[in-house]
C-alpha cells in the first residue's frame, strides 16, 4: 500500500522560507510524476509544480522563481523549498503521485498525501 507523508508546515511571515518534505512507502512505478498541488481556504486544490522520471519540472506561473522541487530517491522522499513567500501562498499543501506531467504539475493522480499546512502572515 502507497503511503504519502508531509512535513514540514508551519506559519512564516512574508517573504520567509520553509521546505516541505514528502515520505513515500510503497512506491509503485505507475506513477511516472511526483508533485505538490496547494489548497487555499474557499478555493478549489491546484498544482503547484510537478516532476517526471527525466527530471523535468514544470511549475505554476505565481511560484516560477520561488519554489524548487526535487526529490531524493534514496530516501524516497520529495521536498519543496520554497522562498520568498507571500499571504496568497497560504493553504494546505498535498504531495501526490500521478500518471503525466501537464502544464502545471502532475495529473491523472493516483496517490494523495494527507496534506500540510502552510500560514504565511504579515
Known amino acids: 500500500q502507497v503511503q504519502m507523508v508531509e512535513s514540514g508546515g508551519g506559519s512564516v511571515q512574508a517573504g520567509g522560507s520553509l521546505r516541505l518534505s514528502c515520505a513515500v512507502s510503497?512506491?509503485?512505478?505507475?506513477?511516472?510524476?511526483m508533485g505538490w498541488f496547494r489548497q487555499a481556504p474557499g478555493k478549489e486544490r491546484e498544482g503547484v509544480v510537478g516532476i517526471d522520471w527525466d527530471g523535468i519540472t514544470t511549475y505554476a506561473d505565481s511560484v516560477k522563481g520561488r519554489f524548487t522541487i526535487s526529490q531524493d530517491n534514496a530516501k524516497n522522499t520529495l521536498y519543496l523549498q520554497m522562498t520568498s513567500l507571500k499571504l496568497e501562498d497560504t493553504g494546505m499543501y498535498y504531495c501526490?503521485?500521478?500518471?503525466?506531467?501537464?502544464?502545471?504539475?502532475?495529473?491523472?493522480?493516483?496517490?494523495w498525501g494527507q496534506g500540510t499546512p502552510v500560514t504565511v502572515s504579515s
Open positions: 501526490a503521485a500521478g500518471k503525466v506531467l501537464v502544464r502545471v504539475g502532475c495529473a491523472r493522480i493516483n496517490y
Open positions: 510503497g512506491y509503485t512505478y505507475s506513477s511516472t510524476c
